[in-house]
């Protein structure tokens, strides 16, 4: 899956597309997800990024192990 997203800011540090591109496979017990992240915008500073997607994918694991967001 890809995905294209535009933060909606007037900080020119973090305008502009970033192209998230998402692989979804089979992995032991489980799912296996890749996200690469191309045209980060300079003011997003990696670590914080890694935070927001490591939140996101555990909220996601909770989901699809108890139908229900945490």
């Known amino acids: 899956m ?16 970033m192209t998230i591109t998402i ?8 799912t296996q997800i890749n996200a690469v992240h191309d045209g980060l915008p300079e003011g997003v500073p990696l670590d914080q990024n890694e935070l927001g997607w490591s939140i996101s994918l555990g909220k996601l ?8 967001l945490p």
């Open 23 to 30: 692989d979804v496979a089979d992995a032991d017990g489980g």
């Open 61 to 68: 694991a909770t989901l699809a192990e108890t139908g229900e």
């Open 2 to 17: 890809v995905q294209i997203v535009e933060f909606e800011t007037d900080d020119p540090s973090v305008t502009g597309e």
